[in-house]
């Protein structure tokens, strides 16, 4: 936008003085403009574009800069639903079988036999007041329990946001039990199984937080397995994801998998006879097949 606020008026004229088409009329590129911002917008339309000057390519549409909008949000809320149901998933196994390795500790995430010295010395700035004042179920433990420093860990990891998780996964000293959790999802080396569960996280973030899935560019490529191959753009793009996370969700439920891949699959298909949305869905997301 330049080095200086614009109005939606100037905003819009610089859209036409570009050679975008305002096919909805300029009343709704106003309206729309001052609803979801011209900065966030300019995502959208910067696959119409066809040089770095941000001049148009002949024929772009106002309409199609705002449909991929709405499908990159819709995508989004499906995609985030399926990660917390993978999320969920993770959690309720490494609560599981460390629980159960480690019977006789109820608190293990803290002991330094069995987790890292790095974690362990950070485990505070986890599980400080707030933590534990925002989450009632610990907030009442610790009340009755006063000199209890750390909650059971079926309680206390409970509460604990998905790369927490992830990072006490790591931080386990035994790597039998790190694999033992792996092997609930088919894969045998749990450095593969980090490689997977982090860039789900990643993509999970950009959703919580409205980023933009249609062109995802994971900074790390995702990591064949046995059943599961990546190639070319694949390994990085948004169909890598799609693949990932149904392969995921077939270790936990093939319904679920399968209702996934249909909304997914859904909400491409209604763009299907758009030919400016038909191709940033192949070459951007590299869905070439929907």
Avoid at 86 to 105: D, G, M, P, R
Avoid at 241 to 260: A, H, T
Wanted: with cysteine; charged share 25%; glycine share 4%.
């Amino acid at each position: 936008m330049g080095k200086r606020a614009t109005t939606i008026s100037e905003q819009v004229q610089k859209l036409k003085d570009r050679g975008m088409h305002l096919n909805l009329g300029e009343d709704k590129a106003k309206e729309v403009l001052f609803d979801i911002g011209y900065y966030r917008m300019g995502f959208y339309w910067n696959p119409l574009e066809q040089n770095k000057d941000h001049h148009f390519k002949e024929g772009a549409k106002f309409s199609d800069a705002l449909d991929l909008y709405y499908l990159d949000s819709d995508l989004r809320h499906v995609f985030i639903k399926f990660l917390n149901r993978i999320e969920v998933n993770f959690k309720t196994k490494l609560i599981y079988e460390a629980s159960n390795h480690y019977q006789a500790k109820p608190t293990w995430f803290a002991d330094p036999s069995i987790m890292k010295k790095g974690f362990i010395n950070q485990l505070p700035k986890y599980y400080d007041e707030r933590f534990k004042n925002n989450n009632t179920a610990l907030k009442n433990h610790h009340k009755k329990y006063i000199n209890q420093i750390y909650a059971p860990a079926w309680k206390a990891l409970e509460f604990m946001p998905f790369g927490s998780i992830l990072t006490i996964y790591k931080n386990l000293k035994s790597e039998e039990l790190q694999k033992k959790i792996c092997k609930h999802y088919d894969l045998r080396n749990q450095h593969y199984f980090d490689n997977h569960i982090r860039n789900l996280i990643a993509v999970r973030n950009i959703c919580a937080h409205g980023g933009q899935l249609f062109d995802l560019q994971l900074a790390k490529a995702n990591t064949d397995i046995y059943g599961l191959k990546f190639t070319g753009k694949e390994k990085n793009n948004l169909y890598g994801v799609f693949k990932l996370i149904k392969y995921y969700l077939s270790k936990i439920s093939s319904d679920r998998e399968n209702e996934f891949s249909a909304k997914v699959l859904s909400l491409l298909q209604v763009h299907k006879s758009n030919a400016a949305l038909t191709d940033i869905i192949e070459t951007k997301a590299g869905f070439l097949s929907f």
